[in-house]
C-alpha cells in the first residue's frame, strides 16, 4: 500500500492510473477504523481497481469541539487493517493539506430541507463540513465511484445531492450497516462506551426492529413513542426517532404506499452520542 500525505503527490500517482483506464474507488473515513470500515472497502475492491481509502478527521464537520478532541486516533492499526484489506493507497493529509486558508465553516451548498432536519437539527452546520471536505476530497481523487456506509442514511443523501449541484459522473455506492453479533451498528465511538453502557448500546437496534415489526400495526406518532421509552428506560437521552420517506427523509405520520421507508433513530449515553436507521422494507409486515 501507497501512503501519501500530499494531495499534489497522491495526483501525480493517480493521473497515470485513470489515464490508462483504471477505475478508481475511493473510501473516505475519519479513521479508527473497524469491520464496517473494511466493509467498504472490500466493496471498492470488487467494483473497481484502485482503492483509495482516506483518514482525515475533519475539523468542519464537528459542532461540537468536545466531540473532535475525543475523536479516537488508532493509526497503526488502521495502517495495519488497510493493508490486510488489501487497499492501494492511504491518503493522509495533515489539516492544513486539505485547508491551506484555514477552515472558517462554511455555507455554500443547497442541500435543501435536508440540511437542517435530524442530524442537521441536532448538529448545526455539521452537512456543510461534510460537503466541503467530501467536495475537496473529490477535487483530488477523481474517483469513479464513491463509497458510502448506510449507517450514515442522512450523509448519503446530502452527497447524492452534492454530486448532483457539482454536475459530478462519480457514482455512489451505498454499502449496508455491518452491526456487532448483538445488533449494535459498528462505529469508531463504541469504543468510548462504558462496558454497562455498550450492553445498553443494542436498545437502538431493538428499537428500530420494533419499529419496522409493528409498522402497520401501529400508528406512527404511538411507535415512535413506544421506541423513544424503551431508550430512555435504559437511560438514553433521545435526540430523535423518526419514520421517514427513504428518498427525502420527509417526517411521515402513517406508512406510505410503494415507497421505501426507513426508520432512523439518534440518542446517547452519557456523552456518546450514536446513529443508526433501518430500511422498513416488506420483512416487517
Ligand atoms: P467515518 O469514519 O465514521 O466517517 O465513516 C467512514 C465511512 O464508513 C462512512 O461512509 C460511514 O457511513 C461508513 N461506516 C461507518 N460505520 C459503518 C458500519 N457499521 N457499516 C458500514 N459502513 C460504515
Known sequence: MFLFKQKTDLEKYLQPLRDSGHAIGFVPTMGALHAGHLSLIARAREETEKVVCSIFVNPTQFNDPNDFEKYPITLERDIEQLVAANTDVLFLPAVGEIYPEGHPPSTKYDFGDL??????????????????????????VMPEKLFLGQKDFQQ?????????????????????TLREPDGLAMSSRNVRLSAQDRTKATTIYKALIFIREHLYKTSFPILKAQARAMLEKEGFKVDYVEIAAAENLQALEAPLPKSKMVALIAAALHDVRLIDNLLLDETGR
Open 156 to 176: 448519503c443523501l446530502i452527497l447524492k445531492q452534492l454530486l448532483k449541484l457539482l454536475h459530478s459522473p462519480v457514482k455512489i455506492v451505498v454499502v449496508p
Open 115 to 140: 440540511d437542517t432536519i435530524l442530524e442537521g437539527q441536532y448538529r448545526p452546520g455539521h452537512f456543510q463540513g461534510v460537503g466541503q471536505v467530501v467536495h475537496r476530497l473529490l477535487d483530488i
